[in-house]
């Protein structure tokens, strides 16, 4: 089992930035491959990012490719996501999630946090 807690969300103004961590319960932190997702109202969730246990490999959605970062700090059992240049269409509840290596599906999430983007 694995608990994972969100936070750094909030009201930021176009262009600015925000820093989202997610914290996980358990050991075996490393052994889980996690990911940043999020949903707009009216929209369908959407995965933002995502980040292997070692941290090698990397993924981002094309729309927030070179104003997001995703990274981890295992021995912290945290994920993080920095968030810059950020527009209204970033506006969204932006969730975390666990997957176990060599599974397809995320099987912990987190409550989200909401990010809101104003013009």
């Known amino acids: 089992q694995v608990q994972l807690v969100e936070s750094g969300g909030g009201l930021v103004q176009t262009g600015g930035s925000l820093r989202l961590s997610c914290a996980a319960s358990g050991r075996t932190f490393s052994s889980y491959n996690m990911g940043w997702f999020r949903q707009a109202p009216g929209k369908e969730r959407e995965r933002v990012a995502a980040i292997s246990g070692s941290g090698t490999a990397i993924y981002y959605t094309d729309s927030v490719k070179g104003r997001f970062t995703i990274s981890r700090d295992n021995a912290k059992n945290t994920v993080y996501l920095q968030m810059n240049s950020l527009k209204p269409e970033d506006t969204a509840v932006y969730y975390c999630?666990?997957?176990?290596?060599?599974?397809?599906?995320?099987?912990?999430w987190g409550q989200g946090t909401q990010v809101t983007v104003s013009s």
């Open positions: 999630a666990a997957r176990s290596m060599g599974t397809t599906k995320y099987d912990y």
